[in-house]
């Protein structure tokens, strides 16, 4: 078994080449929670600085996303994937371990929709529970490898490739943390625990080309000085893909209306440029509109 653990903020990361030299050689960071990240105070404050040493390291690294059934589950996925991408890890466990008063197919529904939301995006997942819920929601029969939490047991007890043996002291790190073994094969590993997928933005029409413009009607919320302007008629004439950032994505509207910080040649004008989030991936673009 390949040994290894996972910490959060609640515990401190002093050296990773004192780590890596104690024979462990993986370890699974907490990114965030529910719809909250680095800054938030979620026991993810240190994730990004935290897996850039261990990267730097040689420390396979990976994250876990500790997911609330009383919110969208998509969403939570959105904000887990930009700043998994942004940290440069690829594997993404889905932590559901709180019911947040709702029922089990709810909280199943919430963890599918996080499940599928990560590996539509070409990241790795596994599932992080106890014998009670994994049993309870027959997550075995998923088709998603399951990280298992069993710190009771000697050996574990269920088929796996995680397996959660208990807590202790690890060399580097500062503070009871806890410890897993990797039970699962290799090829498994490997995906988990490999480079963040790149992201491929879709191709870039620029003014002129041949571009299929839509309908849209857009509200200006302003932006570089200028006042609110609506512009209740326009067409798109250029969509430009942008990096990702999900902690923003909820500062604008999706299509049909956008909303965002414009740049116009005027207050009031009719054509200009328009930053937006998309209705279900989060990503950012700008939109370069005219007048109908």
């Known amino acids: 078994m390949t040994l290894g653990t996972d910490t959060s903020d609640f515990q401190t990361l ?8 104690s024979g462990r050689s993986f370890l699974i ?4 929670e529910g719809l909250s990240g680095p800054g938030d105070h979620v026991g993810a404050d240190n994730a990004p600085s935290d897996i850039a040493r261990l ?5 396979d690294t990976a994250a876990y996303w500790f ?12 904000m887990a994937v930009g700043l998994a991408r942004a940290a440069g890890v690829h594997g993404i466990a889905c ?14 529904a919430t963890m599918h929709a996080f499940l599928g939301t990560v590996k539509a995006a070409g990241f790795a997942t596994l599932i992080y529970d106890n014998r009670t819920w994994v049993d309870t929601l ?30 202790g002291s690890v ?25 963040a997928p790149v992201h491929n933005s879709p191709p870039i029409n620029y003014p002129g080309d041949n571009v299929q413009s839509i309908p849209i009607s857009v ?16 067409k798109i004439v250029n969509v430009v893909a942008l990096d990702e950032n999900p902690q923003d994505v909820s500062r604008y509207d999706a299509i049909p209306t956008f909303q965002g910080i414009a740049t116009q040649s005027s207050p009031n004008a009719a054509n200009g440029a328009l930053v937006f989030a998309g209705p279900s991936d989060g990503t950012f673009g700008f939109v370069v509109w005219a007048a109908s």
């Open 138 to 167: 027959g997550a075995e029969g998923w088709g998603v490898p399951i990280w298992y939490a069993t710190p009771s047991v000697l050996i574990p007890d269920r088929g796996c490739v995680v397996w959660q043996c208990g807590q």
């Open 14 to 21: 002093v050296s990773p080449t004192a780590y890596k030299a």
């Open 55 to 59: 990267k730097a390291a040689g420390i």
């Open 29 to 32: 960071r907490k990114l965030g």
């Open 95 to 108: 932590d559901c371990e709180v019911p947040d008063g709702k029922p089990w197919n709810q909280i199943a």
């Open 171 to 195: 060399p580097g790190i500062s503070g009871t943390t806890d410890l897993d073994n990797w039970t699962g094969n290799q090829a498994t590993y490997d995906l988990f625990f490999g480079s």
């Open 67 to 78: 997911v609330h059934p009383s919110l969208d589950g998509a969403a939570q996925a959105q």
């Open 219 to 234: 509200a200006i919320s302003g932006g570089h000085g200028w006042a609110a302007s609506p512009v209740p008629a326009a």
